[in-house]
């Protein structure tokens, strides 16, 4: 082959390698997201609460865990991140039943339990119709928890329902956002089919919001979680975790963060959108936090 038909045909070879490198992340970007859709069954034996169904609009059932607490403290309904299980929380739920707070977790659809195939839309659809089954069966305010992945569900939820408090730990500003940082050289926007765009969602969001973040997060930076609490309305806080990530992030430190702004939510309710009203746990709603949480476990 002569040298100036290889200079020819090498672009167009690179073309094609990219064209399928492209391809390739379109058709298994929901496999790559939602990592533990149908990986495995539904525990027999969860490790803490009841198993519930809850009915989604659309016609899939989901597998949730439930643990009910008093009815004058509020609920925590949680969302959690895309490689996760509902009886992954028993440190949480116990944590939270020694202060009477109960707890619900849904499995999202496709997940181990829950019918269907996952999607965002199908994710969004979950998260309202477990608050509307926990409004109807816990008789308690409702305090939404976000993780990771499950912090778009969590404000999507808390912007059309009233939630009385909203609790997003290692947000994004958006899934397209973080696809783009991390795979510069694609045209994210374009072949993205879950955005997840809490950028778009968040100014809904009037209830008090705290924010919890690793430093060392190298899965959603601390950049796009900021980025997120820059633009969130008040009231709201953040905390930010030294010393962990994003894996480590749910530490004791972290668990008593989110305990003392679910009691001090009692009785607050959703305001309008014209009142404010303190972030509980803070002297500022606008104050930022830093701690060292790197020798901390649940």
């Known amino acids: 082959m002569s040298t100036t038909r290889y200079l020819l045909i090498l672009p167009l070879m690179a073309a094609i ?12 970007q929901r496999s790559l997201l939602y990592p533990e859709a149908g990986a495995t069954p539904a525990p027999d034996h969860p490790s803490w609460g009841e198993s519930v169904h809850v009915k989604t609009p659309d016609g899939e059932m989901l597998l949730a865990l439930y643990s009910q607490g008093n009815s004058d403290k509020p609920c925590v309904l949680l969302f959690f991140g895309n490689g996760d299980r509902v009886d992954n929380y028993a440190f949480l739920a116990q944590a939270l039943a020694t202060h009477r707070i109960g707890l619900l977790a849904i499995s999202y659809r496709g997940y ?4 269907g195939s996952p999607s965002e839309q199908g ?3 979950d998260g309202i119709a477990a608050f509307d089954w926990l409004s109807a069966h816990a008789g308690s305010e409702i305090v939404v928890l976000g993780r990771s992945l499950g912090t778009g569900v969590a404000v999507n939820t808390a912007a059309n329902r009233p939630a009385v408090g909203v609790i997003l730990v290692s947000p ?10 991390r795979f510069p050289y694609l045209p994210a926007e374009i072949l993205l089919k879950d955005p997840f765009r809490s950028d778009l969602n968040i100014g809904k969001v009037r209830q008090p919001k705290l924010f919890l973040h690793g430093r060392l997060d190298d899965s959603i930076p601390l950049s796009s979680g900021q980025a997120l609490y820059e633009i ?12 962990v990530g994003h894996n480590d992030i749910f530490s004791g430190s972290l668990v ?21 009203e ?13 701690r060292d949480d790197s020798a901390s476990n649940p």
Not at 259 to 268: H, M, P, W, Y
């Open 278 to 290: 303190p972030v509980p746990g803070g002297t500022r709603s606008d104050g930022e936090d830093h």
């Open 17 to 28: 390698a990219y064209m399928a490198i492209v391809a390739l992340v379109y058709f298994s």
């Open 256 to 276: 008593a963060d989110v305990i003392r702004f679910v009691e001090a939510l009692k009785g607050n309710g959703p305001r309008s959108r014209h009142e404010r």
């Open 123 to 125: 994710l969004l659809t």
């Open 232 to 243: 969130a309305p008040e009231p709201k806080r953040m905390v930010i975790y030294d010393g």
């Open 112 to 115: 181990p339990g829950s019918t």
């Open 172 to 181: 994004y500003l958006s899934v397209l956002s973080v696809a783009q940082a």
